[in-house]
């Protein structure tokens, strides 16, 4: 058999690859990145950052659950330890424990590494250049972070003056160009809940719709709207076992959604996106309902306390919340939001300022802590507001 050998110069290539550059006009590696991926802003999360480099520092600003794993949860974690050099599995075990607790069908359900890939995969899936995604706001800020870099606009539905939605305006702003609507309920950082009446005028759109129902089972009285998936093949409802579950850094997120749905976003996720300790750990937890159950009551227990004790509190607004946080409006002290901030880690607790443009410059955000961490910050609250009197 012959073979065709080719000899070509460094001067030879030298001058293509002079050529080939001088085609594309290109001066830096920057020009090969994709326009919209240089343009959107990256999810910020310095603060988490600085809690891990500062461990003494309270943290109560990410929502994050207060109670550590169950035994259940940290047993079956050391035992998957030893599996390490094996790639996981597909995650069917993890599906079907979902799908009969959700009381849907396996191939209904999606699981994710957290929300965050579900929520990038299902702006890749839907999304192209120009088009649009609906968001009301404010929220959590990672729809619009994961929509610009899929290539998509923004469009921001700010909330009425009492806090609550407008579906009116939620609907007006969907267009011929509108391919995804974000809606969580309980709403972050607002804390309130999405009506189902309203949530069906959405869905009579046709246009796919995310439910993020990341704090459902903190609700006093837990209703996911899944039970729609029946009637409604545009919807998909998330969820995270980051909240109530309290696993955050296993991440493990999951969606149901229609079989057809289902399938397209596992093929755009990447293969082994979820690792195998992430879906043993959210199999035990999700086993282990006795536990999931007291700490459930433990956490609302502390919110309803926490929440009766601010509402008598002069000089600020406390807003009712089904989350595992609470929203506050310093206003009416003349308390801005980083001023808040730094007043409190000034004594070791780290809150967050929610002084957007669709609240206000005196809203902060606490998450629910332990029963010591709330009444240090209310006697530190009281402070705050009672000097600027």
């Known amino acids: 058999m012959s073979r ?36 959107a802003a990256p999810y910020s999360d310095v ?18 659950n207060f109670h550590r794993p169950s035994k259940s949860v940290i047993k079956t974690v050391k035992k998957t330890l030893r599996n390490g050099n094996l790639y ?4 069917m075990p993890l599906r079907q424990k979902i799908a009969e607790i959700e009381k849907v069908k396996p191939e209904q ?60 305006k939620i ?10 609507v974000f809606i969580t309920s309980p709403n972050n950082p607002l804390g309130s809940i999405f009506p189902e009446e309203d949530l069906r005028k959405v869905l009579d759109t046709g246009v796919p719709i995310m439910l993020d129902e990341a704090y459902v089972e903190l609700e006093d009285k837990p209703r996911s709207m899944s039970f729609l ?21 296993f991440r493990l997120g999951y969606s149901l959604s229609s079989p057809v749905v289902t399938d397209y ?15 043993e750990a959210a199999l035990a937890a999700l086993n282990d309902i006795d536990y999931f159950n007291r700490q459930n009551e ?40 980083d001023e808040a901030i730094e007043y409190f880690m000034k004594h070791d607790m780290q809150i967050r300022a929610m002084d957007k443009p669709t609240l206000g410059p005196g809203f902060i955000r606490y998450t629910i802590g332990t029963r010591k961490q709330n009444v240090k910050f209310i006697r530190l609250l009281e402070t705050l507001t009672s000097d600027r009197k």
Request: hydrophobic fraction near 40%.
């Open 4 to 39: 065709l050998l080719f000899h070509i110069t460094r001067e030879q290539v030298n001058t293509r690859s002079y050529r080939i550059r001088e085609e594309l006009t290109v001066s830096s590696i920057e020009d090969f990145i994709v326009p919209w991926v240089k343009e």
């Open 171 to 180: 609907l007006s702003s969907i267009d011929s160009k509108t391919r995804l």
């Open 88 to 91: 996981p599995c597909a995650g």
């Open 265 to 279: 976003m596992f093929r755009m996720r990447i293969n082994f996106s979820i690792g195998t300790i992430n879906m």
């Open 298 to 337: 433990d956490t609302k227990t502390e919110r309803n306390k926490l929440f009766t004790r601010l509402t008598s509190i002069e000089g600020l607004r406390a807003f009712p919340s089904e989350g595992n946080f609470i929203l506050l409006d310093l206003g009416p002290s003349n308390v801005k939001a």
């Open 229 to 249: 998936l029946k009637e409604y093949e545009n919807l998909i409802v998330n969820h995270t076992m980051s909240k109530a579950w309290g696993i955050a850094g």
């Open 47 to 64: 603060h988490i950052s600085y809690a891990w480099q500062n461990p003494s520092v309270a943290r109560l600003m990410s929502n994050e």
């Open 109 to 168: 359900v999606f699981i994710g590494n957290g929300s965050s890939e579900i929520i990038d995969v299902l702006s890749r899936i839907f999304l192209r250049e120009k088009d649009n995604a609906v968001i009301p706001e404010p929220t959590f800020p990672m729809y619009a972070v994961r929509v610009q870099l899929a290539g998509g606009t923004v469009v921001g539905v700010p909330v009425g003056k009492n806090l609550l939605w407008d579906v009116e």
